[in-house]
């Protein structure tokens, strides 16, 4: 708003001022009254640009990360830390609670018995970066007896941090539907905020009065963990005290909590290639691309009534890998026409064939 208010155009105006007043006096760079005036435009102009700055930062569409998290919580909208990932570990024999394992660069500690051999553990660094290796854990201390450790699954994803934008469309999206006592947006608010949780779908008396089905995705927009789901149960409304107000739940909503699917899609595909490449040399590229667009597909299924896998789409991204000079007649299991999926369903990647 003040951007073309300049030192220049702030000491032209001063001037013109004296010379109004007296057209005899000189007002030429060098002269006394030049010389007086010019230290205090350079203070004026540093005082535009900070009322600038703070007419930026006083409303949510352009304020900076830190005073846009000030806006927020005025509306009681917090900023998601970032969490850390819960893995299952699995051991030849039974280790102690609170042992540490590392794998790579990350260290792991042991929070929690599955079963037999089989471990809770929650990487000891937030963030996203807990959800990726797998593989042999070396453990920090001694245990006797130990002769194999394995990190397998994702139980809970990590998240990062909130990006900035993200919380400023929440912050937006909080004028238009107001969470309050088990209504939708209440329930969207309160299950999207929990650690792992990327997603969720309320569906309200699903099988009859004060039924509420919840249905999420993980963090990573792929088919939550039955631990994700038991966590999420737990701190909404536990099945051993169904309805009665012991969780998030008000009292006398009986919530069942589930998962999204998965639904392989078998992709049939008609590719030219460019001299010397063949299926062979771009089948990693293009089962890349396709990975790339079902995850945005997932990423949005929230806001979706149904994810549609549009042919279009699939086409458009794989004539930009290398080595692809064109690609027709895509078929979507079986069919020559989109492939639009259950109001519960995510795609993933089946059977890819290429003629």
Known sequence: MFESITFETILQRMLDR??????????????????????????????????????????????????????????????????????????????????????????????EKISNGVFKLECETAGSVGNGDSGTLLPIQFINGLTSAELTDVL??????????????????SFSSQAFGGNIADYKQKVGSMAGVGGVKVYPAWNGGGT?????????????????????????????????????????????VTGVAATPVDIELNITYQSGWNWVTVQSAVHG??????????ATWQDQDSVVVRISQLENRLLDVPGI????ET????????????????PIRGTVVAS
């Open 18 to 111: 004296v010379t109004a007043a007296n057209p005899n006096i000189d007002t030429r760079e060098g002269s006394l009254i030049y010389t007086a005036l010019a230290p205090a435009a350079v203070e004026l102009q540093n005082m535009y640009i900070q009322l600038d700055t703070i007419l930026n930062e006083t409303f949510a569409d352009t304020a900076s990360r830190e005073y846009l998290i000030k806006r927020a919580a005025e509306r009681g909208i917090n900023v998601k830390k970032a969490t850390k990932a819960i893995r299952k570990g699995e051991f030849n024999i039974d280790v102690p609670i609170g042992s540490r394992f590392s794998l790579n660069l990350l260290n792991y500690t042991v929070i």
């Open 156 to 173: 809970i994803p990590g998240e990062d941090e909130e990006d900035t934008e993200a919380l400023r469309q929440r912050y937006f999206n």
């Open 212 to 256: 509420v089905k919840l249905v999420i995705i993980d963090s990573t927009h792929s088919v939550p963990s039955s631990t994700l789901i038991d966590a999420v149960q737990t701190a909404i409304d536990p099945t051993v005290n169904a309805g009665q107000g012991v969780g998030l739940a008000p009292i006398g909503h009986v919530v069942t």
């Open 289 to 298: 691309a396709i990975d790339a667009y079902f995850k945005e597909l997932s």
């Open 325 to 328: 000079v064109d690609v027709m």
């Open 331 to 346: 078929k979507l299991n079986g069919s020559a026409t989109n492939l639009v999926l259950g109001a519960d369903e995510i």
